[in-house]
């Protein structure tokens, strides 16, 4: 199993930058594809980003791609999302999750371990 703990949340004016992390327990880290996820209030969780174990493979969603950078350090036990140029539309909070299935996985379902979440505000 691994727990995950998110941080680096804010609020931010529009066109800022902010990068989240999101620390892993346990020494499995690096067999874990890794992957970030928002909620807006009253929308449905979505897909943001994913990467792949060894971080060779990153996938993006459409409305994030060209503004915002998955990395992770397997070292570090870490998985960071770079977002810039952030718009009013990318408020939401922030969740870091993990699945040792391989490839690309969009679905909330598809991850079995979430952390809490940390909250992401712009401002217009």
């Known amino acids: 199993q691994v727990q995950l703990v998110e941080s680096g949340g804010g609020l931010v004016q529009a066109g800022g930058s902010l990068r989240l992390s999101c620390a892993a327990s346990?020494?499995?880290?690096?067999?874990?594809?890794m992957a970030w996820f928002r909620q807006a209030p009253g929308k449905e969780r979505e897909f943001v980003a994913a990467i792949s174990w060894s971080g060779g493979s990153t996938w993006y969603a459409d409305s994030v791609k060209g503004r915002f950078t998955i990395s992770r350090d397997n070292a570090k036990n870490t998985v960071y999302l770079q977002m810039n140029s952030l718009k009013p539309e990318d408020t939401a909070i922030y969740y870091c999750?993990?699945?040792?299935?391989?490839?690309?996985?969009?679905?909330?379902?598809?991850?079995?371990?979430w952390g809490q979440g940390t909250q992401v505000t712009v401002s217009s």
């Open positions: 346990g020494r499995t880290f690096s067999r874990y594809t």
């Open positions: 999750a993990a699945t040792l299935t391989l490839g690309l996985r969009i679905g909330v379902g598809d991850y079995a371990y």
